[in-house]
Nanobody, 124 residues
Framework: QVTLVESGGGLVQAGGSLRLSCVAS????????MGWFRQAPGKEREFVAV????????YYADSVKGRFTISRDNAKNTMYLQTNSLKPEDTAVYYC?????????????????WGQGTQVTVSS
C-alpha cells in the first residue's frame, strides 16, 4: 500500500517559519515529480510548489515565491517544504502529491497519490 504522510504543520506567528515533510512508503517516487498544494477554508485546493525527480528544477506559485523552498531526499523517499516569512494568508491544510507530471512550462499535473494533509495556521 502506497502512503504519503505529511508532518511539521502547526501554529506560528506571522513572520515565522515551519518545515513541512512528506514521507512516502510502499514505493519509491525517486523517478517522478512531487509537489505541494494547499487548501484554505472555503477555497479550492491550489498549487504551491513542485520539484522534479532529481531536485534540479523547482517551480513556485507567485504567492510563495521567495519565501518557500521545496526540496527532496530520494534516499529517504522524503520531500520537504521550508516555509519562511509566513503570512496569515498562508493558513491552510498543506498536502503533498506524488507521481505527477512536470511540463517544460513548469505546470505540474498532479499524480494519483495524496497525503492526508497537515494544518498550518499563521496568526497575525
Amino acid at each position: 500500500q502506497v502512503t504519503l504522510v505529511e508532518s511539521g504543520g502547526g501554529l506560528v506567528q506571522a513572520g515565522g517559519s515551519l518545515r513541512l515533510s512528506c514521507v512516502a512508503s510502499g514505493r519509491t517516487f525517486s523517478g517522478s515529480a512531487m509537489g505541494w498544494f494547499r487548501q484554505a477554508p472555503g477555497k479550492e485546493r491550489e498549487f504551491v510548489a513542485v520539484i522534479n525527480w532529481s531536485g534540479t528544477s523547482t517551480y513556485y506559485a507567485d504567492s510563495v515565491k521567495g519565501r518557500f523552498t521545496i526540496s527532496r531526499d530520494n534516499a529517504k523517499n522524503t520531500m520537504y517544504l521550508q516555509t519562511n516569512s509566513l503570512k496569515p494568508e498562508d493558513t491552510a491544510v498543506y498536502y503533498c502529491n506524488a507521481d505527477g507530471t512536470l511540463a517544460y512550462s513548469g505546470t505540474y499535473y498532479p499524480g494519483l497519490y495524496w497525503g492526508q494533509g497537515t494544518q498550518v495556521t499563521v496568526s497575525s
